[in-house]
Every structure is written in C-alpha cells, then in structure tokens.
C-alpha cells in the first residue's frame, strides 16, 4: 500500500516520538561480550553492545541508530549507550577493559566530542584507563585532522582507540595509519570458514605481522566454531571474541572453563614445532571445499557460478555424495566459443562437457604420491583440479598451486629446522622430541651417539673428510634403524660428531650391535693405508703435545624408561652423559644401557 505524503509526515511524527521517549526515559539497556586471550585464555574485556527497549522495533541496534539518525539524535543517543554500559560495567566491581562502539560522526562536531568526556565519566572520577573507544569507518571520515584532535585528548586522559574492521580494504588501513590503534579488530565476514579459505589465512597472517610491527593488538570477531578458532590461534591473533566462546549476555560472565583449558592445549600443541614432509603431510590437510554441482546442472546455471564466483577456475560434479566429474572454467568457455556453442550448452546438462575422469585422490594420500601422480596427467588436464574424497565422498579440491606452496613451505620449515650438513633435525627438535616422549606411557630408548678420536681425525685428514665421516654416520644409523623396523623412530643431529636416536622400545641390542660392527668397518675406508696397518694416527692432543690416537670408534649412550622415569629432557641428558662417559672410557666401539650408579 502506497503512503501518501501526509502519511509519511504522521508516520515520521510517530516515529520522532518514539525517539524522544527512548532518548528522555534512557530506554537503553546493553548486553557484554567477552573477548578472550587466544595464547591463555584469560579474559581481556567485555564488549558493550547496546541494545533498545525489549520487544519492540527498535530492540537491535542498527534500527535503534537508524531512527535516532533520521531524526537527529545520534550525539544523544551515543551519549547514552556508552553512560548505561559504564554504569553497569563499573557496578560489578570489574578491573578489565570495556570497548565501547563510537560513532566517528560524534566526533565531527568538535565541541560537542569534546565534552562528551566529561559527560560520560563525570561520575568516575574521570579514571578512564579501562575505556576503550571503538571506532569504525561506516559513515567516513572526511575531515581526519579534525577527528584526530578529539581523539588525541581522549588519548590523553588514558582512553585507548580499538579500531573495527581494518579488513575493509583502503578505508580500514587509512584510518589504522592515522589513529595508531592499540587494538584492531578483524571483520567477521573474513573470520568465517577461515579454515576452509588460504586467502583468508594469508589476509589475516599479513594482519598479525602489521600489528606485531606496530605494538597493536588483533581481536578477531564472530569466532562461531573449534575451525575457526584453531586457525586464528595458529595464525598468532591475539584475542577473539565470539558465539563459541561466549553469546552476549546481560550479564558480565566469564568464559566456561573448557574454553580457556583447549586454548591453552592448542598453544602448547603449537608450540610444539613439527618438522613436516611430504612422505607424511596429507593431500586432505591442503584440500579445501567449494561450490560443486550435480551432472543434470544446465550450462547456464554453471555459467552463472563462474561469473559470480570470480575466484574459482573449476567446479567439481558430484552426485549423491560421489564425484563424477569436474567442469574447468577455460574449457567450458572452450565449448561455448564454438559455432553455436553457446545456443547447444547452455540449456543442456553439464555431463556432455565434464571430464568424466578426472584425478580423484582420497584424503590420506601423501603429497609426494599425489604430486608424481598428478604429473603423470597429460598437459590438457595438468594444471585441472584435484578432486579429494573422504570415506568415499566428495570432501573438496586441492590444486597444483596448493601442492607446490605446501611442498615448498615443508621443504624451508625442514631446513629452518635441520642441521644443514646431514638434513637431519637439530637441537630445537630433538628436546622437542625428547619432552615428548618421556611424557608419554610408552617404552622408549633415547640412544646418543659419539665418535671417540674424532677430533684427531679432524686435524690430520681435515675438515672435509670429517664431514664425510659424519654424513656416513646419519645415514648408517637411518639404514640400521630401517633394518630393524624402528622407521618411525626418530634421528636427530646435535652437531659435530653427536647423534640422538629415540625408538619406541627397550630391545635395541641387535640394534647397538649392527651400528657398530657397521661402523667399525666402514671407518677403515677413511684412512690411508699406512694408518690402516698401524691402528693408530700421530697428532697433537689439547696440550699441543703429538701422542698416538687409535683409529676412531663409537660411543652409544642408551637411556630408557624401564626402570626410572625423567621430569624434563635436560634430566636425561644430563643422566646421558654419565654412562656416555663411561662408554669412552674403554676406547672401543661400545654400547651401554643404562642404569648406572650415581
């Protein structure tokens, strides 16, 4: 029904009414959302969020800011959002932060966003320390000169500035640059599946990295599920806030329990440095799910997913559950170029165009089987989607960009790690692993290897010939390690001459045994002749005097869990090093199990 103009004046009669009554009565009520840290998850603040009288129109606040904008009211209005939430924040006796939104366009009057600081704390003393302002850019900011000289006394009576969405592109990044927020917040439409989109996890990664470099704090927004939340725990944010941690309440509560314990068990888990590779690290971690289409879809509406989904060069085709086929966007425009193309497909099923076979891969396929299979594809369909199933379903895609950025980032995480002359993992691993194990139930032997007469070696055949010895040394132990079927065991490389291995297990006899009868046998190929024959090399020891040193050996330290436990892997280093000094005192390749007497 259309309303005539004297309708209109009535209705907006009515209407100012209701504005008047909300703004004289102070008709407004707020609800707290708490905003947690992601490292511990102790609580940082609570998040006002205005709200208008119950059960009427103007109950949510974007109708509730609407009329009072419509009617001229947004000073008052905001004056009386931010005195209610203060009110009832301090009357709970709280010592933590209170963001309060803030309209920029109160600001612009400069005399009056002047005086709203006094008016909204002329009750407390003026201690505004807890107060963070939250300012956003929806109705832009013009005059920044201006808007900075409020902003700069509330600065300065102790009031820090949280800016929203410094996401949203240009608007956002100006307004970071000249307001040098103590906290940002992040969108929550670029938190959403964030677990499921690469771009989002790069866009909020550089976010992390501008505000470590600017001593600013990143709150992510609309947190809604455990996805989620790893992500941004794993991405470095700061704090979050959001429907999984906590619904806004009329109460100031505190996050349950459970949420603070699973954010301190992913930190712990984060820490925990992996050293992935390509052998080990699924296809499915890299896949992720997109738009995908039945085999009865009509080229039309296909043609309708690609233009609004700029982003995606394919579409998978699945029915009940299973794929059947994937569409690539250049080769179905390929079909509709031809003569009539365009008049034969896009009313015709998708099914006369798909590739009825293309590479589908299940979720626990290795990134190295999935990369040598993928390159077996012909050089139309090289560069295709790879569709990923799940317990035989459709689970998502993965592409040829995602495997090589995920083999490239494991091969420079390995080596950031790795001890550079064998590749083998280095001192930060191997007390990672270390920790690890002594914490588990399992039967373990933590075995450390040492060449004895290495350092004389060293100084008669020079260092290149030491680094072949030791680059022998890791591979014998890997090849002896695989030979008794303790693959996944692990081998680390402390440095120099020194090796650690951990196997999950208490019989490593045969295993001591074969690395030395090994290794004193392909020592011999490492010295002349002459030396062969003597057993012995003539060179200096740490005084500068020449003495005779015997050809070199191994020391293999063994500590394990079968009659004592350790609290820290500096306790069984420390325990190592005993029985490893007692190994190099018979001045022969041998090995010692633990226990010994203190």
Request: proline share 2%.
């Amino acid at each position: 029904m259309e309303v005539s103009g004297m309708g209109q004046d009535i209705l907006k009669a009515l209407d100012n009414t209701h504005c008047d009554d909300i703004i004289n009565n102070e008709c407004i009520d707020n609800v707290f959302q708490c905003i947690i840290s992601l490292k511990d998850g102790s609580v940082l603040g609570y998040e006002a969020l205005c709200r208008g009288p119950k059960e009427t129109a103007y109950e949510k606040p974007q109708s509730l800011f609407e009329m009072a904008k419509e009617n001229g009211k947004i000073f008052e209005l905001e004056k009386i959002c931010k005195k209610k939430a203060i009110e009832k924040f301090k009357s709970k006796g709280e010592q933590l932060k209170l963001f309060v939104n803030i309209d920029p366009g109160c600001f612009l009057k400069e005399e009056e966003g002047i005086n709203l600081l006094d008016d909204l704390f002329m009750s407390w003393a003026k201690d505004f320390c807890y107060v963070i302002f939250e300012v956003t850019e929806k109705t832009g900011i013009h005059d920044y000169k201006r808007f900075n000289n409020v902003i700069s006394k509330y600065k300065k009576s102790g009031i820090s500035i949280s800016v929203d969405d410094v996401s949203n592109g240009y608007a956002g990044i100006n307004m970071l640059s000249n307001l040098e927020p103590l906290y940002m917040k992040i969108n929550m439409e670029l938190v959403r599946d964030i677990h499921k989109e690469p771009f989002k996890k790069t866009v909020i990664k550089s976010l992390v990295v501008i505000a470590n470099n600017s001593n600013s704090k990143l709150i992510a927004e609309g947190i809604e599920t455990k996805d989620e939340l790893d992500v941004l725990i794993d991405l470095g944010v700061h704090y979050g806030q959001g429907y999984y941690i906590q619904k806004p309440s009329y109460e100031l509560l505190y996050t349950h329990s459970n949420i603070k314990h699973y954010i301190l068990e992913r930190n712990s888990i984060k820490s925990d440095i992996r050293i992935q590779n390509i052998t080990t690290t699924k296809i499915g971690e890299i896949s992720r799910s997109i738009t995908n289409v039945s085999s009865n879809t009509v080229g039309r509406e296909v043609n309708m997913l690609f233009d609004k989904e700029s982003g995606i060069q394919g579409i998978p085709v699945v029915d009940k559950d299973k794929p059947v086929g994937l569409i690539m966007k250049h080769k179905f425009y390929r079909y509709l170029g031809r003569q009539y193309g365009y008049s034969i497909y896009m009313d015709r099923a998708i099914e006369i165009l798909m590739d009825n076979t293309p590479l589908i891969i299940d979720f626990d396929t290795p990134l190295d089987q999935v990369t040598k299979i993928a390159m077996l594809r012909d050089d139309d369909t090289l560069y295709d989607y790879i569709i990923v199933t799940k317990n035989n379903t459709y689970y998502g895609i993965a592409t040829i960009k995602d495997l090589l950025e995920k083999t490239t980032e494991i091969e420079l995480n390995r080596a950031k790690y790795a001890n550079p002359l064998t590749g083998l993992p280095g001192n930060i691993i191997i007390e990672q692993k270390i920790s690890n194990i002594i914490k588990s139930t399992e039967d373990y032997s933590v075995l450390y290897f040492d060449i004895d007469n290495f350092k004389s070696y060293n100084d008669v055949y020079g260092f290149d010939n030491g680094d072949r010895i030791i680059e022998m040394l890791g591979n014998l132990i890997q090849q002896c390690m695989s030979l008794y079927e303790f693959e996944k065991g692990f081998l680390g490389h402390i440095g120099g001459d020194d090796f650690v291995a951990i196997v999950e297990s208490h019989t490593i006899n045969k295993l001591c045994e074969t690395i030395i009868d090994r290794f004193d046998k392909s020592i011999l190929h490492y010295y002349s002749e002459i030396d062969q024959k003597k057993g012995y090399i003539m060179a200096e020891n740490r005084h500068g005097t020449i003495e005779q040193f015997p050809l070199m050996s191994i020391s293999i330290a063994v500590v394990n869990n079968k009659n004592r436990c350790f609290a820290s892997a500096s306790q069984l280093a420390e325990y190592a090093s005993k029985i490893k000094k007692k190994c190099k005192i018979r001045w022969t390749s041998n090995y010692i199990i633990g226990d010994i007497t203190e």
